[in-house]
């Protein structure tokens, strides 16, 4: 069982952090397909030399360590991949940000349901919903000519209303409110 808490700072971080996001997907479309290809590649760069250096000094059994190490040898190449043709992350990432912004958005509705007499829970409800639609147009967008940069724009307007929402939920939420989701 996962249990997620989702608190009033929390709401207002991802709210700035979406609307920023937003704004920026309006004022460098085009840059912005190439700073999260290569963004992603750093990280994924990043977090797979990490894991390859602990799984190989782990006291972990040989097969927990060996099998950790090639998961971070895969990571290294996909980097490697990533940087020589950011265009394969951008065709692929489209397809993961519409799954992701579905599976928020469904998740958000949860929330909603779960949340009888809370004064924000018809806005999570209207951010999910959102959320569901954006994550449905950006998985037919053509690809991956002008389809990238038509998610950019996509994800830009989601960006906007998103954090516009998530920050007057935030702002609703009475200091010490928790949300607090259990998954199974």
Do not use: N
Request: proline share 4%; glycine share 10%; hydrophobic share 65%.
């Amino acid at each position: 069982m996962d249990m997620e808490i989702i608190t009033k700072g929390g709401l207002l971080i991802r709210g700035v952090f979406a609307l920023i996001i937003g704004i920026l997907c309006f004022v460098v479309p085009v840059s912005m397909e190439w700073v999260i290809a290569y963004l992603v590649g750093i990280f994924l760069l990043v977090i797979s030399i990490v894991m390859g250096g602990i799984s190989i000094s782990s006291e972990y059994p040989p097969l927990h360590r060996w099998g950790t190490f090639l998961l971070s040898v895969i990571g290294v190449i996909i980097a490697i991949l990533i940087f020589v043709s950011p265009i394969w992350l951008i065709v692929v990432m489209t397809f993961l940000v519409a799954l992701w912004l579905i599976v928020t958005g469904i998740a958000d509705v949860i929330f909603a349901a779960a949340m009888k007499g809370a004064p924000h829970r018809f806005l999570l409800w209207i951010a999910g919903f959102i959320a569901i639609i954006f994550g449905l147009l950006i998985a037919v967008v053509p690809f991956p000519t002008k389809g990238a940069l038509v998610v950019v724009i996509i994800i830009g307007i989601f960006g906007i209303i998103y954090g516009i929402i998530s920050i007057v939920a935030g702002l609703l939420m009475k200091k010490d409110d928790a949300i607090i989701a259990v998954s199974v």
